[in-house]
């Protein structure tokens, strides 16, 4: 390349230039834990799934539970250290310095026995039928009847969870 200035002057030199291509911005396409409901103590694995977006990318995680560290990863493993109700939130930086977050409610139990139900649906009309399942153990003094791990062949069957009495 050559440049000449208004004096006559010139000057020859190489020059490259460099043009990235087009990429969109990233976006988090789902956000996910591996296993939830889940009893302190036991493990996890917050999982991002991104869109778009120019590598390296770079996570931040907040709102962790107690003993569960962070880490520059799209795959955290995560042990809960106590029971709650956690909305934890992940922002991922890309190579631009393009920015994306999404959240996710982690529900963390005692350790020992308690009670989660999962509900097929929520709204029954009268007469109509409900599929649930119990997700963790029974919270103490609780009573179990029924199949604890899996339904019996050809369908769930029927199970109950009694509360313990007043008295104790």
């Known amino acids: 390349m050559t440049v000449v200035d208004s004096l006559g002057g010139?000057?020859?030199?190489?020059?490259?230039?460099?043009?990235?291509?087009?990429?969109p911005a990233p976006i988090i396409g789902a956000f996910l834990a591996s296993r939830?409901?889940?009893?302190?103590?036991?493990?996890?694995?917050?999982?991002?799934?991104l869109d778009g977006g120019l590598a390296p990318f770079h996570y931040f995680y907040d709102g962790l539970p107690r003993g569960c560290g962070t880490a520059d990863t799209g795959n955290l493993t995560c042990t809960p250290?106590?029971?709650?109700?956690?909305?934890?939130?992940?922002?991922?930086?890309?190579?631009?310095?393009?920015e994306t977050s999404a959240s996710l409610l982690l529900q963390v139990g005692p350790s020992g026995n308690w009670v989660a139900v999962a509900a097929s649906n929520p709204m029954v009309w009268?007469?109509?039928?409900?599929?649930?399942?119990?997700?963790?153990?029974?919270?103490?003094?609780?009573?179990?009847?029924?199949?604890?791990?899996?339904?019996?062949?050809?369908?769930?069957g029927p199970a109950e969870a009694t509360p313990p009495s007043p008295e104790g």
Do not use: C, I, K
Not at 10 to 21: F, I, K, N, Q, W
Not at 37 to 48: F, I, R
């Open 10 to 23: 010139s000057v020859t030199g190489r020059a490259t230039l460099e043009v990235d291509p087009f990429v």
């Open 36 to 49: 939830q409901p889940l009893l302190a103590g036991e493990t996890t694995t917050l999982q991002v799934y």
């Open 126 to 156: 009268v007469g109509g039928s409900l599929a649930a399942g119990v997700t963790a153990g029974l919270l103490a003094g609780w009573t179990w009847r029924g199949r604890r791990n899996r339904p019996p062949p050809g369908g769930p």
């Open 81 to 98: 250290g106590s029971s709650g109700l956690y909305r934890v939130t992940v922002t991922v930086a890309d190579a631009h310095g393009r």
